[in-house]
């Protein structure tokens, strides 16, 4: 009733963020195994938490996060109106997918599940920051994550092999590194879970999270990461067969 949240502490050598940095700047096999490890570990830790049975906090859908994003839009349009319908194509697209793929049930979520709130002790790991705990279908928790691996994971390897020139395309040993990571911290997840997760429905939430960071490259002034955003999303939509809404 107070809304207050009691969080202990977690022993910490070093964050998951952090880890990441390190394992792809070294490229060896070494910390690549160990950095592997270490993903399938949190996607273990994930799928327990989801499985814990947990009731408490509100429930959020693909629904309100869909209107959230869509209304930062809509203000951006009141300042840029050269875009006004323009992602118009992706949210009816987002909300047909949806309708085609019923969400699956809601489970205890942590709602800004990132590799910076995962802590790395040793061989341990622990989660923090529990402010925004909810209730929602495990595709938000994974689809976020993902998300966050996939551009800090780009942009250590842009930074350590050079970044791409403007109007080049990223490598495409980066791309393919980046997928290899989500997709096993993805099939570790599935491999461990007890709840109800339709890789679809991850599918679609990634792509609205993917959408939402280009908007805030807008909102937030970051123009400097547009175009490293813009290649991810480029890259993700033509694995879908989506190319078309971001030409």
């Not at 490890?37 to 830790?45: C, E, F, I, N």
């Not at 809509?74 to 992602?87: H, K, Q, S």
């Not at 040993?173 to 709840?195: C, M, N």
């Not at 939402?212 to 999303?233: A, G, N, Y």
């Given at each position: 009733?107070?809304?207050v ?10 964050s998951?963020?952090d880890?990441?940095r390190l394992?792809?700047h ?5 910390e690549?195994?160990r950095?592997r490890?270490l993903?399938?570990k949190t996607?273990?830790?994930?799928s327990e ?5 947990v ?9 309100d996060?869909?209107a ?6 809509e ?7 050269e875009i006004?319908?323009a ?8 909300e047909s ?8 049930p ?14 790395i002790?040793g061989?341990?790991i ?8 909810c209730?929602a279908?495990?595709?938000l928790?994974l689809s976020?994550f ?8 780009m ?8 970044r791409?020139g403007?109007?080049?395309p990223a490598r495409a040993e ?6 290899d ?7 570790a997840?599935?491999?461990a ?12 939430w990634?792509?609205l999270?993917?959408?939402?960071r ?8 970051r123009?400097?990461r ?6 991810l999303?480029?890259h ?10 971001v030409a």
């Amino acid at each position: 009733e107070e809304n207050v949240v009691l969080q202990g502490p977690i022993k910490e050598d070093v964050s998951l963020k952090d880890q990441l940095r390190l394992s792809l700047h070294a490229g060896t096999p070494e910390e690549m195994n160990r950095l592997r490890a270490l993903l399938a570990k949190t996607a273990r830790g994930l799928s327990e938490l989801h499985g814990s049975g947990v009731t408490s906090g509100k429930v959020v859908t693909f629904e309100d996060e869909l209107a959230e994003v869509r209304g930062r839009v809509e203000r951006l349009e009141r300042f840029v109106p050269e875009i006004i319908g323009a992602a118009d194509p992706l949210f009816d697209l987002l909300e047909s997918i949806a309708r085609a793929h019923p969400a699956d049930p809601a489970v205890p979520s942590h709602r800004s599940f990132r590799p910076a709130q995962v802590l790395i002790s040793g061989d341990d790991i622990g989660f923090i920051d529990f402010d925004s705990f909810c209730q929602a279908e495990p595709a938000l928790d994974l689809s976020l994550f993902v998300s966050v691996l996939r551009d800090l994971s780009m942009r250590a390897l842009q930074k350590r092999d050079g970044r791409p020139g403007p109007g080049e395309p990223a490598r495409a040993e980066h791309l393919a590194l980046v997928d290899d990571l989500s997709t096993a911290f993805l099939d570790a997840y599935e491999a461990a879970t007890s709840v109800d997760v339709t890789r679809a429905r991850v599918d679609l939430w990634h792509a609205l999270e993917v959408w939402s960071r280009i908007v805030d490259c807008w909102i937030k002034d970051r123009p400097e990461r547009l175009p490293h955003c813009m290649q991810l999303l480029t890259h993700l939509y033509a694995r879908e067969g989506l190319t078309e809404l971001v030409a």
